[in-house]
Nanobody
Framework: QVQLVESGGGLVQAGGSLRLSCAAS????????MAWFRQAPGKEREFVAA??????????????YYADSVKGRFTISRDNAKNTVYLQMNSLKPEDTAVYYC?????????????????WGQGTQVTVSS
């Protein structure tokens, strides 16, 4: 079992930046592949970015993958010593407005669909004003 708690959301003007954090409980954080999803009002939850699990001795390793809509603007990273995954969001646009969710899954590899993730956080609101 792992519990996920997101933070860092808020209101920002278009072109601005935010960094989301997701703190995970448990001792085996490095064995989880992690991802960020988002859900805007009236829309389905969609994939944003993912980072694969890493070896136990690696503090931050793991391959990454991004949705086309955020590629070049968002960066996902992890710090296994802190049991935390981050989402750095730059050049924010009004269409990035959504509730952002952190998700975790056991096993290797990058997955982009919601049903492949076992654990979810409660979400954090990101609002980008024009």
């Amino acid at each position: 079992q792992v519990q996920l708690v997101e933070s860092g959301g808020g209101l920002v003007q278009a072109g601005g930046s935010l960094r989301l954090s997701c703190a995970a409980s448990g001792r085996t954080f490095s064995t989880y592949s992690m991802a960020w999803f988002r859900q805007a009002p009236g829309k389905e939850r969609e994939f944003v970015a993912a980072i694969s699990r890493s070896s136990a001795i690696s503090r931050s390793g793991g391959s990454t993958y991004y949705a086309d809509s955020v590629k070049g603007r968002f960066t996902i990273s992890r710090d296994n010593a802190k049991n935390t995954v981050y989402l750095q969001m730059n050049s924010l646009k009004p269409e990035d407005t959504a509730v952002y969710y952190c998700a975790a899954r056991t096993g290797w590899g990058i997955k982009v669909t919601t049903y492949e993730y076992d654990y979810w956080g409660q979400g954090t609101q990101v609002t980008v004003s024009s």
